[in-house]
């Protein structure tokens, strides 16, 4: 079983460390159905990727931007060389730093897949999944590039693909 408390006390400290959490709304809620803790994380800054951690029996699930999805097991190391605190906070980190890219596929305005990546201090996450109903359906692809947390107000334009418009491939 995961520890949700102490998954929660990092993320926590590394939101208060950073003095992250003056740029953004954190709530937190209990899946009725699930039991799971779920704790979401919105930027202030609109050009910043949103976050969300669910914890799971076995693993803590992490969603950023538009369509990532990143599944953290009980023990860590998936990702990076850390145990499970530490490898949600190396990746929840470089969200909030800005070094998360995605590639998201949509049918319809719905989100089927998506491709992503996060540059931790540790090295690279890459994660891809795709909806099995759309795999051989015509899928519009939008690349994402998000804004760091800090400053709290986007300040930036134009200096780097605005947020739910396509730009150059991943």
Not at 46 to 70: E, H, T
Request: some cysteine.
């Amino acid at each position: 079983m995961i520890d949700v408390p102490a998954v929660l006390k990092c993320v926590e400290e590394l939101l208060q460390r950073g003095s992250y959490s003056s740029c953004a709304a954190v709530t937190r809620s209990v899946d009725q159905a699930t039991g799971h803790m779920i704790v979401d994380v919105h930027p202030t800054n609109p050009d910043a990727a949103a976050m969300r951690l669910r914890c799971a029996d076995s693993k803590v699930i992490l969603f950023f931007g538009q369509g990532a999805v990143f599944e953290v097991p009980q023990g860590g190391r998936r990702y990076t060389s850390l145990d499970l605190c530490g490898e949600v906070s190396a990746l929840c980190e470089a969200v909030l730093q800005g070094a998360f890219e995605e590639m998201v596929y949509f049918r319809k305005e719905q989100v089927v897949g998506a491709r992503a990546l996060v540059l931790t201090a540790d090295g690279t996450a890459h994660e891809t999944w795709f909806s099995l109903r759309s795999i051989l359906l015509r899928k519009e692809a939008r690349h994402f590039r998000y804004l760091p947390y800090l400053p709290c107000k986007a300040d930036v334009s134009g200096s780097r693909c605005e947020a739910h418009v396509p730009c150059q491939k991943m």
